[in-house]
């Protein structure tokens, strides 16, 4: 029996370690992130709350030109918030689950305030009718976990 193949994306406003932005494996791992480093410090702004906010908007911009294919074609998304930009993450989360209502929806979510983020979550899920948000633990920043994720997704191709 021939493996199921599935797309999967993954959206940070930092990086992943070791893995630069774009598509990876064929077409089976869109990473949409910063080359490197931290949105706190190489965003635009004067200050890391501005700098990290003015990065997920232009992500959050150029996400659908540079994954270049339909978003209804993408069977899962794991998208980080951190502590601050908690609110612009889910509702980047929110308005790609609109367009794509049967993907596998993950926020990847550091400690930080990790109980306003799960009732947030759990809010949602219960006023809605589709798939539920899932929300899985990362160290602050994300970048080592996603990067272990990435491996971990490209391993099975
Ligand atoms: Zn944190």
């Not at 797309?7 to 910063?34: D, K």
């Not at 979550?121 to 976990?145: A, L, R, S, W």
């Given at each position: ?7 999967t994306v993954i959206i940070t406003?930092?990086?992943v ?12 791992l869109?990473i ?44 899962e998304f794991y998208i980080y918030a ?11 989360m ?10 596998r929806m993950v926020l990847v ?25 899932e929300?899985i633990?990362c160290?602050?920043?994300g970048?080592?976990f996603l990067?272990?994720l990435a491996?971990?997704i490209?391993?099975?191709?």
């Amino acid at each position: 029996m021939p493996e199921e193949i599935k797309t999967t994306v993954i959206i940070t406003y930092n990086s992943v370690e070791g893995f630069g932005p774009g598509w990876h494996q064929g077409a089976r791992l869109f990473i949409h992130s910063l080359e490197n480093g931290w949105a706190n410090e190489k965003g635009k702004g004067e200050t890391p709350e501005q700098r990290r906010a003015n990065t997920i908007i232009e992500l959050a911009k150029s996400f659908p030109s540079e994954l270049n294919v339909s978003i209804k074609t993408v069977d899962e998304f794991y998208i980080y918030a951190g502590e601050g930009t908690f609110a612009s993450s889910l509702a980047l989360m929110l308005d790609i689950a609109k367009a794509n209502p049967k993907a596998r929806m993950v926020l990847v979510a550091c400690p930080c305030l990790w109980d306003y983020k799960v009732e947030s979550v759990y809010g949602y899920n219960q006023n809605k009718d589709g798939c539920p948000i899932e929300i899985i633990p990362c160290e602050c920043g994300g970048q080592h976990f996603l990067s272990r994720l990435a491996k971990q997704i490209i391993s099975q191709y």
